[in-house]
């Protein structure tokens, strides 16, 4: 009797344990699931804003600027941003603070706003190191390189859509 009593009590335990481990099995699932829909939602956005930044290739600087037909460089990227769905506060260093997922030159993807020291500038990523923005009066909207000024003066990065 005894004997039975501790093997029932065993057996108990090991289903309790199969349970528990299944349980937070699907628990980790859904986790991964949820956060690769996450960051495939935040690519989707970021396609849309890359897009809609680079559709203003040519348009005119214009201090204060958010389009459309000209644009300064957070005018450029606020315009862009909503156009996929994301609200961006106006100014440079508001966009900064108001996106949490901040990011380092190696971890950019597309769609990433780059922040620059000296100027307060901001421009989108858009692969390749390369980034588009709003540069200053007199030019247009443009594609530019990362390299040079731009590299050396990088003073971060964020995500935004996440």
């Known amino acids: 009797m005894l004997g039975s009593t501790a093997a029932q009590a065993t057996s108990d335990i090991v289903v309790a344990v199969q349970a528990e481990s299944t349980a937070k099995t699907k628990s980790t699932a859904k986790a991964k699931t949820t956060r690769t829909s996450k960051v495939a939602r ?15 290739i040519g348009d005119p600087y214009r201090w204060g600027a958010s389009g459309p037909g000209s644009f300064d460089c957070s005018g450029l990227v606020q315009y862009a941003w909503r156009k996929a769905g994301v609200s961006l506060p106006r100014i440079t260093h508001s966009q900064y603070r108001a996106v949490r997922k901040k990011v380092s030159w190696s971890s950019l993807r ?29 030019k247009t909207v443009r594609i530019v390189k990362l390299k040079g000024y731009y590299k050396s003066s990088f003073a971060g990065a964020v995500r935004p859509g996440g």
Do not use: E, N, R
């Open 110 to 138: 597309p769609g990433d706003l780059m922040f620059f020291y000296g100027k307060g500038h901001v421009g989108m990523y858009v692969g390749k190191g390369k980034m588009v923005h709003s540069p200053s009066s007199g």
């Open 42 to 56: 935040q690519k989707v956005k970021a396609h849309k804003a890359v897009s809609a930044a680079t559709k203003q």
